[in-house]
């Protein structure tokens, strides 16, 4: 019976990994596109609104594969696709984005002041035309980016494992 248990945990651990990855990916061109889109906006402002871009692809994807991949049947689907159930969800995935954005800022604002590097001149124009070794300040934001979702992929796990998708008796 516990190992059972424990293989019903690995398989869903590696799922939500797996979405995770695929909604980092979302979030990771969408943020991306934005910051070239919107290149000419004060450096914070565009952060916000390319990470806001990113983060609300990304939690429409994260819900449908959570709820219908990842913890699928540990709730009642009546309970998923109420409305109080979506907000909470989009509550928890906000408060993810915070903490994420903070992170992104603190790395931003950290290479600025101890390099003079601008990571969010990094856009879908610059990741086009990039060598893999070329300039490290695709790596510093490649860095910022995997700590920010490093940050919201434990939030979200956590949230949703034993809030949202937790078993009802």
């Keep these: 019976m516990k190992q059972q248990k424990n293989i019903s945990l690995t398989n869903e ?24 889109i919107l290149k000419n906006l004060p450096t914070t402002l565009q952060s916000a609104l390319s990470l ?18 990842v913890f699928k049947g540990k709730q009642k689907e009546s309970v998923t696709r109420s ?9 928890f995935s906000a408060i993810a984005y915070g903490l994420s954005y903070g992170t992104y800022e603190l790395c931003r604002l950290t290479f600025d002041a101890s ?6 001149e990094i856009g879908i124009d610059y ?16 860095l910022a980016f995997f700590l920010k979702t490093l940050i919201g992929l434990v939030w979200n796990y956590f949230t949703r494992k034993y809030i949202l998708y937790k078993r009802r008796k």
């Design 13 to 36: 651990l590696v799922r939500f990994l797996i979405t995770g990855l695929l909604c980092a990916a979302a979030d990771f061109l969408t943020t991306s596109l934005f910051l070239m």
């Design 52 to 69: 806001l871009a990113g983060f609300i692809v990304g939690v429409i994807l994260n819900y449908l594969l959570s709820t219908y991949w």
């Design 83 to 91: 409305t109080k159930f979506i907000v909470l969800f989009v509550i």
């Design 115 to 120: 390099l003079q590097v601008n990571i969010n």
């Design 127 to 142: 990741i086009l035309t990039f060598t893999f070794w070329g300039d490290y300040v695709f790596w510093l934001f490649v």
